[in-house]
């Protein structure tokens, strides 16, 4: 065993080395500089990814994921700094300096700007420094600027942290489903949080969501130990507490809603409802979620847009001047959303916004889009692919939770279903349906979203529930018709159907898709009942 570790332990150390020399040689600069630095953070990443390992003691399925989610990450991330500035847009600022996000880009060089200077690090929470309002990842990215990279400007240092943190995540989470759930709906689980496109762009990216993804994994981690009756259970929501909180705020007060919620209706709890000591604790729960909102429309409040607004005023504001702002955004964007708002009546814009917000991005428009650059048009095809393979997993949970009575934690899956498609609806109405805010907000809640996907496609397996497959027709029947509306805008002599035709066309074969199979069920029920 000694020489088994003793050998684990070489190959890592050499890893690093090699890892770190690469990273450094395509980054320029120093650098020998260049290489201590990133071998510095790489070991304290792959150290934490040790940590969790053991901690974890992971299958193989979980293992694979974690490591793919490592590299995927890491690998995306280096190449994207290196090659944006040839194959990206020329007239493009992020582009020509290897970003994706225009945040990221304003962030990492104000980052960069602080670590640079004589003032200290705190004055990233003093307001100064616009790129980030609550000053969590600008004062982390400065930090490991001044301390390993005083230098130069070595803007990869962030993407190691992320792919380590991402690596943890995974084996946090699988652990944590595998608890609860089972074996399969935590391999489920696991690997669709490594692979899922948008956690990897964003990870691949300077982007605060990064950490925040696995932070959220982490809560359901501790959950699962406090469940077990682990010693030490409190230490994971403690430290994703400690990463969301200073990073975003209002993320973290959504993770630990949707935790308490799980909490509450967990068979476990419902059954001590009975007794005094369970409603004084629910009704301790309630008060801090009421103080939450508070503290967060107290957060808002001091935005220059929503200034005196009061607490639950701010949050409103707040939401109404995104949603305005953003669909204002995305209408001059689309011309099938101006046409679609031209033929709705104005109260009901707002539904329009929803629907196609929560389509974003919308792989019809992809694939029907061939004037971006090669790497954008791979770039969203992999975003889309990545939702439109996600959410028919969510539909069916919340619809077949709603007719289950056999599944014990119904109510608790209820509660994460419903909670997860009002959080993917507020994401699409404040981001106004933008194809780049509203994913990356849905995806805060990633963890929670692939463990109730997971288990509904466990569900599905278990008993050869139809339903998956039909919702899943519906989807494809979507994406056909609108890719086939959209090459027809693009290409002569592919029919164009006008947009009202389209959709009435989508809602038929729909009704037709899930009618015909309800009836279906009927009719085998009928026979079964008779025989």
């Known amino acids: 065993k000694h020489i088994h570790v003793t050998h684990n332990f070489w190959i890592i150390t050499i890893a690093v080395l090699i890892i770190g020399a690469l990273l450094s040689a395509l980054e320029g600069g120093n650098w020998l500089r260049g290489w201590l630095a990133y071998s510095l953070l790489l070991a304290i990443g792959i150290g934490s990814l040790v940590f969790a390992w053991r901690l974890t003691s992971p299958g193989r399925p979980a293992a694979a994921a974690a490591i793919t989610a490592f590299i995927v990450r890491l690998v995306i991330g280096a190449a994207l700094t290196v090659l944006l500035p040839v194959i990206g847009y020329a007239n493009n600022a992020e582009h020509q300096a290897g970003y994706v996000f225009t945040d990221a880009f304003n962030r990492d060089n104000q980052a960069w700007e602080l670590a640079s200077s004589d003032q200290p690090l705190s004055a990233a929470f003093s307001g100064e420094y616009e790129s980030d309002q609550y000053g969590g990842l600008l004062g982390l990215s400065a930090l490991l600027y001044r301390i390993l990279s005083p230098d ?302 997971g288990w509904a496609w466990d569900w599905a397996r278990q008993r050869k529930d139809a339903w998956l497959g039909r919702w899943l027709a519906v989807e494809t029947t979507f994406v056909l018709l609108f890719t086939e509306w959209y090459l027809g805008r693009v290409y002569p002599g592919v029919p164009h159907l006008d947009i009202q035709v389209m959709i009435l066309l989508t809602l038929a074969l729909t009704i037709l898709i899930l009618g015909g199979g309800w009836l279906w069920d009927r009719y085998k029920q009928r026979k079964l009942q008779r025989t």
């Open 152 to 453: 130069a400007h070595r803007q990869m240092l962030l993407l190691v942290l992320n792919a380590s943190a991402a690596a943890w995540g995974v084996l946090l989470l699988w652990h944590g489903i595998r608890g609860l759930f089972g074996e399969r709906p935590a391999a489920f689980a696991a690997w669709a949080f490594a692979l899922y496109p948008e956690s990897v762009l964003l990870a691949s990216s300077q982007m605060r969501e990064a950490l925040i993804i696995p932070a959220v994994a982490l809560t359901i981690f501790g959950y699962a130990r406090f469940r077990e009756k682990q010693r030490g259970w409190w230490v994971g929501p403690v430290v994703a507490a400690l990463m969301l909180f200073p990073i975003q705020p209002l993320a973290g007060f959504a993770a630990f809603g949707v935790l308490a919620g799980f909490w509450l209706f967990d068979p476990i709890s419902l059954q001590g409802w009975s007794h005094r000591r369970g409603l004084l604790v629910g009704g301790i729960i309630l008060a801090v979620g009421a103080v939450g909102l508070l503290v967060a429309g107290a957060i808002l409040a001091n935005l220059p847009s929503v200034q005196g607004a009061g607490p639950f005023g701010a949050l409103l504001t707040w939401l109404r001047n995104n949603f305005t702002f953003q669909s204002y955004l995305a209408e001059r964007a689309s011309g099938m959303l101006q046409k679609l708002l031209d033929g709705t009546p104005e109260p009901l814009h707002w539904l329009v916004i929803l629907v196609y917000g929560i389509a974003q991005p919308v792989l019809p428009a992809v694939v029907g889009d061939p004037g971006a650059a090669w790497v954008m048009r791979l770039i969203g095809l992999l975003r889309a692919a990545g939702w439109y393979t996600l959410a028919p997993f969510l539909v069916y949970a919340l619809m077949g939770l709603l007719r289950m009575r056999a599944e014990p934690r119904r109510w608790q899956l209820l509660w994460l279903s419903l909670v997860g498609w009002v959080w993917i609806a507020i994401s699409a109405l404040n981001a106004g349906g933008d194809q780049w805010d509203n994913p990356r907000y849905r995806t805060i809640l990633l963890a929670w979203l692939v463990l109730l996907a």
